[in-house]
């Protein structure tokens, strides 16, 4: 069965990080483009951060540049999305997708940032 599961959410804290995995089983994850987004209550998905399946090039919105690193554990079949720096503005699901012509995607993992 085909799927990613995305895990590593949670509350904390203004200034804390955290850090999310995307696990992938039925697909080897390293001949994909894994991309990570996001959706708060009331606005559009967002692309956050991407790293490429051809020459491991990353991509960073703005908003997360500095503060966000996304990497793969290809023995782990895994990439992970390491967050610090979190700022309230950062709450909302984060879904990872991964993307080769056919687009899979997973079913969010909550993360919440708030004093």
């Known amino acids: 069965q085909l799927q990613l599961v995305e895990s590593g959410g949670g509350l904390v804290q203004p200034g804390g990080s955290l850090r999310l995995s995307c696990a992938a089983s039925?697909?080897?994850?390293?001949?994909?483009?894994v991309g990570w987004f996001r959706q708060a209550p009331g606005k559009e998905r967002e692309g956050v951060s991407s790293?490429?399946?051809?020459?491991?090039?990353?991509y960073y919105t703005d908003s997360v540049k500095g503060r966000f690193t996304i990497s793969r554990d290809n023995a782990k079949n895994t990439v992970y999305l390491q967050m610090n720096s979190l700022k309230p503005e950062d709450t909302a699901v984060y879904y990872c997708?991964?993307?080769?012509?056919?687009?899979?995607w997973g079913q969010g993992t909550q993360v919440t940032v708030s004093s």
């Open positions: 790293i490429s399946s051809s020459d491991g090039r990353t």
């Open positions: 997708n991964a993307n080769s012509g056919v687009t899979y």
């Open positions: 039925g697909l080897t994850l390293d001949m994909y483009t």
